[in-house]
């Protein structure tokens, strides 16, 4: 069964720095590429970053570009999102997500229902 697990989550002051790690079983990370979305309440859910399967490529949102850097470890089946410079309006629930299997272009990297696995996310607050 597949399963994805957010950790890294907490409260921070704004400019500081947080890992966000996303622990992936029942597959490898080979077999799908991973996004990384967020979700304020009463929001739809946003993509933040995609790591490729093949780990070669990567894509941010404009919010987050130059901030963020997404990164995986294929030993330990995890993929992490490095968060610096925060700012209080990033303060919501992440999650990450499997993709579907297949070949899907960069411009459907972010869409919501291209993703069928979703871990349970994880809490940050940008705060001081």
């Known amino acids: 069964q597949l399963q994805l697990v957010e950790s890294g989550g907490g409260l921070v002051q704004p400019g500081g720095s947080l890992r966000l790690s996303c622990a992936v079983s029942g597959f490898t990370l080979n077999d799908r590429g991973i996004g990384w979305f967020r979700q304020a309440p009463g929001k739809e859910r946003e993509g933040v970053s995609r790591?490729?399967?093949?780990?070669?490529?990567?894509k941010y949102a404009d919010s987050v570009t130059g901030r963020f850097t997404i990164s995986r470890d294929n030993a330990k089946n995890t993929v992490y999102l490095q968060m610096n410079s925060l700012k209080p309006e990033d303060t919501v629930v992440y999650y990450c997500?499997?993709?579907?299997?297949?070949?899907?272009?960069?411009?459907?990297?972010?869409?919501?229902?291209?993703?069928?696995?979703w871990g349970k996310g994880t809490q940050v607050t940008v705060s001081s």
């Open positions: 997500g499997a993709a579907k299997k297949g070949i899907l272009a960069a411009a459907r990297w972010f869409r919501v229902s291209e993703y069928d696995y």
């Open positions: 790591i490729s399967s093949s780990g070669g490529t990567t």
